[in-house]
């Protein structure tokens, strides 16, 4: 992504999350502000007749994923979690949204994305929602922490990090740093979605990863790092998380079954939790 431009892959996920709010299976994730916020440039419900079916598998995966990492927010605030950063933001609509009234909520995006939201923001005649921090950061050259702290983020105490939509964009330094910041706050806990590698997946997901990865490299932002389940899941544990739950999609759509049809085989998607226990 260039420094000035907002991020395109940012704006077709807000188009896949406003396209399911028109859909059957709408109820897996609703999402208010999801068509409000693109403004002129919102799709239109005919869009779903046009869906072939890599892009529903794509929509339906977009809102699982929303979906369980709200979820999941919903139970950390329980246990008495008080702050949520959601990094990567793009225009999800969250802060927006949130039912958490004492819930603090700081948004990190590359500048350039971040000022196209709150833009769009405005002009939807939206007013920036109270308790949210918007924090411009580029993952690739700035430090998360310093950025955090200088907006109000409290690092003595426990967060919830929503990572949705990013990893696979940037590098593997980038993201180890993130996650080794994140598992340094005992008690924290991060939310985050990869790909597996191409020789990892089945036929289903080979194609997948192919007309995907395709499609993101056209407009300047490829995929860059894939990880192996297992081989992940033991750099969690090296780092200091504790308790992780790592679902592939298979087994996210059978979590959803009534929702949504999307097949239940590994295609090499997957939604990650993990935690560090005080």
């Known amino acids: 992504m260039e420094d000035a431009t907002p991020s395109r892959t940012a704006l077709r996920v807000a188009r896949l999350r406003a396209v399911h709010q028109f859909s059957p299976q709408a109820g897996l994730f609703r999402d ?6 693109l403004g002129d440039g919102a799709p239109a419900a005919e869009e779903l007749d ?13 809102a699982a994923r929303a979906r369980l990492a709200e979820d999941w927010l919903a139970a950390s605030v329980r246990r008495g979690i008080r702050q949520l950063v959601v990094l990567g933001a793009g225009l999800d609509t969250f802060s927006l949204r949130n039912p958490h009234a004492d819930l603090a909520v700081f948004e990190v995006d590359h500048p350039a994305t971040q000022a196209w939201k709150r833009r769009l923001i405005a002009d939807a005649g939206l007013a920036e929602p ?3 921090k918007f924090v411009p950061v580029n993952f690739e050259r700035q430090l998360l922490s ?3 702290s200088s907006a109000g983020f409290k690092p003595t105490e426990a967060g919830f990090f ?10 593997r330094e980038a993201i180890f740093s993130t996650l080794s910041y994140i598992a340094g706050i005992p008690g924290s806990e991060v939310v985050f979605d990869y790909s597996e590698p191409a020789d990892n997946r089945d036929a289903a997901g080979q194609a997948a990863l192919a007309f995907h990865a395709g499609r993101v490299a056209s407009v300047g932002e490829p995929w860059i790092s894939f990880f192996d389940p297992g081989a992940l899941a033991k750099s969690l544990n090296d780092l200091g998380f504790d308790d992780i739950e790592d679902l592939e999609s298979g ?3 059978a979590r959803f079954a009534r929702a949504a049809n999307a097949g239940r085989s590994n295609s090499g ?5 993990a935690r560090r226990s005080v």
């Open 162 to 171: 929503m990572w949705l939509g990013v990893l696979p964009y940037l590098t």
């Open 269 to 273: 998607g997957h939604i990650l939790r």
């Open 50 to 62: 046009q869906e072939d079916e890599h892009s529903r598998r794509m929509r339906l995966f977009v």
């Open 251 to 253: 087994a996210i759509a």
């Open 130 to 132: 109270l308790g949210t």
């Open 32 to 37: 208010r502000y999801a068509i409000t916020i």
């Open 146 to 148: 310093e950025e955090l």
